[in-house]
């Protein structure tokens, strides 16, 4: 399965941008997508995910309330719109495919290349 992350930009603080993530190939068995994320300097943490069977979604208490993840399973897409931006929310931005219950990096084993979302104060 490839994965193709786009919709990153700069934005204000305030302001909100949407994020998709295009799955392709062979996506049997996928359990889980998740979004995470990497400040420079820091390491990569978990923002949400959600679970393809069931619908189960989880998030990180930073950004509960203001990012919010769905699905189209008809598009094979997980989309993270995310809004009342600040700037401690910029970081680049993955998503990820698991074939296991997971929240944390190590469970996924199918990456994205990343977007890279600034939000200026």
């Known amino acids: 399965v490839q994965l193709q992350a786009s919709g990153g930009g700069l934005v204000q603080a305030g302001g909100s941008l949407r994020l998709s993530c295009a799955a392709s190939?062979?996506?049997?068995?996928?359990?889980?997508m998740g979004w995470f994320r990497q400040a420079p300097g820091k390491e990569r943490e978990f923002v949400g995910v959600?679970?393809?069977?069931?619908?189960?979604?989880s998030y990180a208490d930073s950004v509960k309330g203001r990012f919010t993840i769905s699905r189209d399973n008809a598009k094979n897409t997980v989309y993270l719109q995310m809004n009342s931006l600040k700037p401690e929310d910029t970081a680049v931005y993955f998503c990820?495919?698991?074939?296991?219950?997971?929240?944390?990096?190590?469970?996924?084993?199918?990456w994205g290349q990343g977007t890279q979302v600034t939000v200026s104060s």
């Open positions: 990820a495919a698991a074939y296991i219950i997971s929240t944390t990096p190590e469970g996924y084993s199918v």
């Open positions: 190939g062979r996506t049997f068995g996928i359990n889980m």
């Open positions: 959600i679970a393809l069977h069931g619908g189960s979604i």
